[in-house]
């Protein structure tokens, strides 16, 4: 064995052991606030996976989707049977192309009204409130309605906070903060989006 290969194996059993080290001081069992933000692709993408995931589970999953709803959705497509799953969509597109700041309102505290009922429910497990950042950012929604909602649900519960610009409030209390971070995005090079791909 070489003084590379020596080295690498120290490396790794150093890790190894603050990982277990880590692993074994976290006690604490309860619900987490998730947010996927930042400029880059993946963010919708990465909680329909983890919608994936607790359903493969069993688990009772609400996703809300704020934007996208009315578009095609290959995930919902598939998982929209699971008696597990319930989904609400505002249904009025891009807030940028209706230009109808009243009708998006109205929808958007519709949805909304299914967004509090989930995420008072306790035998939801996992609430995703996909694209939520984009109505507090066009004062659609009022940020202490939502932090008070997220402060009084099942302790149990997680919820997934997407979208870009997220609150800095959100922030404040998220539990897990992931930023997708755009280094080139196939788009700004005239590519359509693809379905199966990036819908």
């Excluded at 590379?4 to 080290?21: I, P």
Aim: glycine share 8%.
């Amino acid at each position: 064995m070489t003084d590379r290969d020596t080295r690498h194996r120290r490396a790794m059993q150093k890790l190894k052991f603050h990982v277990d080290e880590r692993v074994a001081s976290a006690s604490e069992q309860r619900g987490q606030l998730l947010i996927f933000t930042g400029n880059g692709k993946g963010k919708t993408t990465a909680a329909w996976g983890t919608v994936t995931r607790a359903l493969g589970y069993g688990y009772r999953v609400g996703v809300v989707q704020f934007i996208k709803g009315t578009w095609e959705c290959g995930e919902r497509e598939r998982l929209i049977d699971d008696a597990n799953l319930d989904v609400a969509i505002m249904g009025t597109g891009f807030t940028w192309e209706t230009q109808n700041r009243d009708a998006d309102t109205r929808a958007c505290q519709t949805v909304w009204c299914e967004a509090r009922r989930l995420l008072a429910d306790p035998n939801v497990y996992l609430v995703v409130l996909d694209e939520i950042t984009y109505m507090l950012k066009f004062g659609y929604l009022d940020i202490d309605e939502v932090l008070e909602a997220l402060a009084s649900r099942p302790a149990e519960q997680t919820v997934i906070v997407t979208g870009r610009n997220a609150h800095r409030r959100l922030l404040d209390i998220a539990d897990t903060i992931s930023e997708m971070q755009e280094v080139r995005h196939a788009f700004n090079d005239g590519l359509q989006a693809r379905r199966g791909i990036d819908y």
